[in-house]
């Protein structure tokens, strides 16, 4: 599972690259309003692993391309995720997920802080098809999201946090805490380092994990690092590599039984490119 996007910050979710781990992935900020038209970018990103939200889904080579495009403070994205190898559901050689996500920035000023509210939809083309798989067939679902970014010493640290309300199959709620720190090395280098956490409540844990009630807690924590290049103008490449666990306990060990691993190591490199 994995993205959306929202330009007041324009933070953009993604389950294929950067802090994609915990769901979010900071790039530049640009206006609310914009006079000159909108802006489009498309990406595709080679990734060691497919992961979300601390769910190892896949812990082989994965394609994950994606396309935004932005104006007056609204963000439409297209992901997508192609494995190459079976993934926890039996998923070979096809398109596991795509997923359609809609942002919006609020027009606010309010004490150096930025809010964002939208909705995901997570489709899961290739269900029904494969079996004999170790985990469960994913239904289609959807959830609405309301984000605030703290921008105070945004040249220096950003942190911020995500509330996600599923409203379909899960009905289910995660919170996000997320904290960035971009750096600028020259013109056209550019790095940043980040950790984030995430927990989920009694009716998210028993979706994803199985786990019954009273399980309400902290489920997976995530640490990465990212670095970017801009190649020619509008063009720009990106390396990343992360760490991802699951919190020990009940969680950890339905994680493992359910998708390919409790923690892994993984990286990927991004191709994106402005219009």
Do not use: C
């Not at 802090?19 to 992935?25: D, L, P």
């Not at 609310?32 to 080679?46: C, K, R």
């Not at 600028?184 to 989920?200: K, R």
């Not at 924590?221 to 666990?245: I, P, Q």
Request: charged share 15%; aromatic share 14%.
């Amino acid at each position: 599972m994995n993205k959306l996007v929202t330009v007041g910050l324009a933070a953009v979710f993604a389950a294929g690259f950067s802090n994609a781990q915990s769901g979010i992935v900071m790039v530049e900020q640009v206006d609310v309003v914009n006079s000159d038209g909108p802006e489009a970018t498309a990406e595709l990103a080679v990734v060691s692993a497919d992961v979300w939200r601390g769910q190892i889904q896949n812990e082989d080579f994965v394609i994950q391309p994606q396309f935004t495009i932005a104006q007056y403070g609204v963000s439409f994205n297209v992901w997508a995720n192609y494995d190459f190898s079976k993934n926890y559901v039996g998923v070979d050689n096809d398109i596991s997920e795509i997923d359609l996500s809609l942002a919006y920035t609020l027009p606010v000023d309010l004490n150096d802080f930025s809010f964002d509210i939208g909705i995901i939809s997570y489709q899961f083309p290739a269900n029904g098809a494969y079996s004999g798989s170790k985990g469960v067939n994913m239904e289609s679902t959807t959830e609405i999201f309301a984000a605030a970014h703290l921008l105070t010493l945004k040249d220096y640290i950003i942190p911020s946090a995500t509330i996600f309300q599923d409203i379909k199959e899960v009905d289910g709620t995660y919170i996000l805490l997320d904290i960035v720190a971009p750096y600028q090395v020259s013109e056209y280098l550019s790095v940043e380092a980040g950790a984030s956490t995430g927990w989920g409540n009694n009716n998210y844990n028993k979706y994803y994990y199985g786990l019954k009630g009273g399980n309400a807690g902290f489920n997976d924590y995530n640490f990465w690092g990212t670095v970017s290049y801009e190649l020619l103008d509008g063009l720009t490449a990106s390396f990343n590599l992360t760490y991802t666990g699951l919190y020990g306990g009940k969680v950890k060990n339905a994680g493992k039984q359910k998708y390919e691993a409790g923690e892994k190591l993984w990286g990927g490199l991004n191709i994106a490119y402005d219009f």
